[in-house]
Each structure stands twice: as C-alpha cells, then as structure tokens.
C-alpha cells in the first residue's frame, strides 16, 4: 500500500494512493496513531482525484534516528573511513516537511546547506533489544526522504545542523513492506536543478536495515512511528570541487525505486 497524509478543502486526512485516486483511510486521525494503535490501514469508498488535494508529510515521527557515513563511497568522499558501528544522531520530527513544501533557512544561522537523499526506515512493531533475525518484523514501511545539513554547524554540532526547521523532506508516501521485495536493491537518486548530483543502491549500505534496527534497540526503545535515515550516497555538495550547496530558488528532489520521487523548492527566509 501507498499511504498518504493529505488536505482537502481545510481537512487533513488519511488516505490510500491507487494510481491518480486516493482513497480515505478509517478509524485513524494520523499515520502515527494509526501506527501506535497497531490498525491494518482499510481503505473506504471515500476517494478523491489525487490534482485535487494536497499532499503533506506522510508521518510524523515520533522518534527520528540518522545514520551518518553508511555508504562507503560517502565516506570516502569525506575523508573518512566507514565507522567501525553505526554512526547515529537525533533529528528533530519538526524538521518533516511534505512535497513540495519548501525547505527554508536563515542566512545568518547558515549559508551552507546541503542535500543528502535516503531511504527512510519506518517502525511498526515495538522494538526493544532485538535480535537482526527479528528486525524486520518491526518494519512497516519505507519512504524517500532528504537528509538537509547545514554544513558550517556540523563540526561538533549535528543535533543543530540536522534538525533545523524543515530539515527533513519526507514522502510523496509511506509504503508498506510488502510492497519491498528488497529494501536492499534501491536505486536512489537525488537531482539538483536538474542536474543529477547522488546516484546510488541501497545495496551498498554497509550496515544493512536489521543491522541498524537491532542496534538502535540496543540503546532506545523503538516505538511505532519511529524513523531510520539509513545514511546516504556519495556525491553531497559539500564534498565536490568547488562545493555546491542550495540556494535560495532552487529544486531538489529524491527519487527511490517503487517509493517515488521526493521534491522540494528552496527559499532563503527573509530578514
């Protein structure tokens, strides 16, 4: 299934995605209740044109868990070596945004802010000091999103260069995992003004989706609703030469293997 969260005339609602029409979802207000109430999502004969709507933030997280130089390529670009463990920081759920709402920032907090496309891991089931052979059936979904980085606070500061305000694109919709054969053979790509700058496979995430289910439950209880940025693929702006970080007009968009693509104007709030 596809699941949206999306607006008509002043409503927001649930809904499932069947080619150009969505289809209202019962007995749940928000993706994440219905998550935490453990609901099998069941479409109703509500459905409207999906022009006519607006699309929102498929979920708010509860709890959002990144993943920092999971791609070796990645690493490389950033004169690192991969990380011997996950590499994990906070970002915060009022970073999420939906397509095409903008991300914003203020030029006197940063003038270096870059993109970073991945695949984002939504938990389902409860999760506490699992086993990786137990991992997956805490999954429930998988989205596209956008790992935005303020790259001139990073140095020491990833909670406040990660989480700014509208920091974390997320959508156009949730999908569930049985419609993922192999979350591991995604190609994910992310286009800059139309000009492709990431081009990679989630085959090459060096700790794999149980790995890093297993070992956040290690630390933290994961609860439905929860979200893994899995890290992601070489060709960040910051790392090219001369490095290109987003302006003030430009578009970015995700684009994921069977998740869809992920597209988000940019704009320089004003003073």
Request: net charge negative; charged share 20%.
């Amino acid at each position: 299934m596809k699941l949206v969260t999306f607006t008509y005339k002043g409503r927001t609602r649930l809904g499932e995605v069947d080619g150009d029409t969505i289809y209202t979802i019962a007995w749940a207000d928000s993706m994440l209740s219905l998550l935490r109430r453990g609901i099998m999502p069941n479409r109703t004969w509500e459905r409207f044109p999906m022009a006519d709507v607006t699309l929102e933030a498929p979920l708010r997280p509860g709890k959002i868990f990144g993943i920092g130089l999971n791609y070796a390529d990645h690493a490389a670009e950033t004169g690192r070596e991969a990380p011997p463990e996950p590499l994990v920081f906070a970002k915060q759920n009022s970073a999420v945004i939906g397509i095409h709402q903008a991300i914003t920032w203020d030029t006197t907090i940063t003038n270096q802010v870059d993109y970073e496309g991945e695949l984002a891991v939504i938990i389902g089931k409860r999760a506490q000091r699992i086993s990786e052979d137990q991992a997956m059936d805490h999954v429930f979904g998988f989205a596209a999103a956008n790992d935005v980085s303020a790259r001139d606070l990073q140095e020491g500061q990833w909670v406040r260069a990660k989480g700014i305000d509208t920091f974390c694109p997320l959508g156009p919709w949730l999908v569930t995992k049985d419609e993922v054969p192999d979350p591991h053979a995604l190609a994910i790509k992310t286009v800059l003004n139309d000009q492709v700058m990431q081009d990679g496979n989630t085959r090459d995430l060096i700790f794999k989706i149980p790995t890093l289910v297993a070992y956040l439950s290690k630390f933290f209880t994961l609860e439905p609703g929860d979200m893994i940025l899995t890290g992601t693929p070489a060709g960040v702006g910051m790392a090219r030469s001369p490095q290109v970080f987003m302006k003030d007009g430009d578009t970015v968009s995700v684009t994921i293997d069977g998740l869809g693509t992920l597209t988000n104007p940019c704009k320089i709030l004003s003073p």
